[in-house]
């Protein structure tokens, strides 16, 4: 879970991302696709498997901060980004079934139209 220090932090530390079209600042990430932050991230997870330490004697260095920050950042912009397209799949669903609705409602105002004797369309007519 990114914190907002890790956010802080890459842009203090100017971080870049390696990424299929070149280094990228942490802004840019934003202009990503999802498919394209998915690949990121599963590449900067291994890179922090690689990183791991094997002893526990070593003391933790900013560079090995480094990778799990990327990630983390990474990986909230895919969450984000992810969130946001279900709002807006959401949205459409609940549009198109309104629309729906509206539809079928119009159609029955129709029909209790059609319904009726010409006597009482006459009378709706002069209301």
């Not at 946001?84 to 129709?110: C, F, G, L, P």
């Amino acid at each position: 879970m990114t914190k907002p220090t890790d956010f802080k932090k890459a842009t203090q530390l100017k971080l870049r991302f390696l990424t299929d079209k070149g280094y990228l600042s942490t802004e840019q990430l934003w202009d990503l696709t999802i498919k394209d932050l998915d690949a990121l991230a599963v590449k900067l997870e291994k890179a922090i498997e690689e990183t791991l330490r094997k002893s526990f004697l070593l003391k933790n260095t900013q560079e090995d901060e480094l990778p799990r920050i990327r990630f983390d950042i990474a990986l909230d912009v895919l969450n984000t980004k992810l969130s946001e397209q279900e709002d807006i799949n959401n949205r459409k669903a609940k549009k198109e079934s309104n629309e729906r609705i509206m539809t079928i409602i119009a159609n029955k105002k129709d029909a209790a139209l059609s319904d009726k004797t010409i006597a009482e369309l006459e009378q709706l007519l002069s209301n």
